[in-house]
């Protein structure tokens, strides 16, 4: 671990999981050192990375020794590499980068800027994908600047459970006031949906949250993220997750009086969806496919939430015919959907 000299209390904390990725990482850890809000650590969690990468962090941590520090630690998925990282952090306010991603120039000091004028503990703010940061990935459904607190929680918390647009946490900067270091016990299985398995209890605990439209982050596409593969500990994992957030929206249904369960059992069902059009849309043997969707088929979760007729309804027709297709054990209809899949995938890589 590497040690950071700086002498006093940072401002934020920039916490950047990083595993595997030198090929993007110098440009992400130079969109922090060059922020015109200068009041800033960097924590560089290497997990346990098997390319140049934790070289490459330690190299940076030489040259800004007062600003950086790394941390290496065995492969556990971006969530504890967080954790770790927040273990270290010594900011009033926590930042999450992935080491692909980059901010804007201006990132930090227009969050400064608004934590100032509304005294939050919560922003939430937009981002690109593009790297000129003119286009917003998210339409978010309040006006910029809105500060949702006491009542008006129950708005935030209304389009909370009900998208996937507030799931992510590098477009969050959260009071270190609302973490607590319990939150990921027993969550050693959690390694996908983790950005809504640690979001639900910082926004159950933020009093206040505001909202900006503003683009600050930028998320790098690029041709690895159009390979995909399907695991079963992907689909165990989003149960853990999701039953996480019916917990919670009973919680907030019934302090808010709003009905929220409603929504999570829709965002679940819609899970349960995702998974199976995931295990088509994999590279995997179109025998194999079939072998995941009937364990699939078998798993209660699956069948309980399957079926949620929210959900259903919002499925365009495409997606109604993938559900067909699986509901009904339709082999060649899944063939023809695979492929579709598969050439889509093709054209994304060439192009």
């Known amino acids: ?129 593009q790297d000129d940061f003119e286009t917003k990935s998210n339409n978010y459904p309040f006006p910029s600047d809105s500060v949702l607190e006491g009542e008006k929680k129950r708005d935030f918390l209304n389009a909370f459970c009900g998208t996937h647009m507030f799931n992510s946490m590098c477009l969050k900067c959260v009071h270190k006031s609302i973490i607590d270091s319990h939150d990921c016990d027993n969550a050693i299985e959690v390694r996908y949906g983790e950005d809504l398995f640690q979001s639900i209890p910082l926004v159950d605990r933020a009093r206040s949250i505001c909202v900006i439209q503003v683009p600050l982050y930028y998320y790098r596409q690029h041709a690895e993220s159009a390979t995909h593969c399907y695991k079963l500990a992907q689909f165990e994992s989003l149960k853990i997750v999701c039953e996480r957030l019916i917990v919670y929206s009973q919680k907030w249904e019934e302090k808010y009086e709003i009905p929220l369960k409603d929504k999570a059992c829709e965002y679940a069902g819609n899970e349960c969806y995702r998974t199976a059009k995931n295990v088509l849309k994999s590279n995997d043997e179109f025998g194999v496919k079939r072998n995941y969707l009937a364990e699939l088929k078998k798993d209660e979760f699956y069948k309980k939430y399957i079926e949620n007729i929210r959900m259903r309804s919002h499925l365009r027709m495409y997606e109604k015919f993938i559900l067909f297709s699986v509901k009904y054990d339709l082999c060649m209809l899944q063939l023809v959907i695979s492929t579709v899949f598969s050439l889509v995938s093709t054209k994304k890589m060439k192009g």
């Not at 290497?46 to 030489?62: P, W």
């Not at 992935?98 to 000091?109: G, Y």
């Open 1 to 129: 671990m590497g040690v950071n000299n700086i002498d006093s209390t940072p401002f934020f904390s920039v916490l950047v999981p990083v595993y595997n990725q030198e090929k993007y990482l110098p440009e992400c850890i130079e969109s922090v050192l060059n922020q015109t809000f200068k009041d800033f650590e960097l924590i560089l969690i290497d997990d346990g990375s098997t390319d140049s990468s934790g070289i490459l962090c330690d190299q940076y941590a030489q040259e800004h020794p007062r600003l950086i520090t790394v941390i290496h630690q065995k492969n556990q998925g971006p969530l504890f590499a967080r954790r770790a990282g927040i273990g270290n952090a010594k900011g009033a306010y926590y930042l999450f980068l992935d080491a692909d991603d980059s901010f804007c120039s201006t990132a930090m000091e227009t969050l400064y800027n608004c934590i100032r004028a509304h005294s939050v503990q919560m922003v939430i703010f937009n981002a690109s994908f």
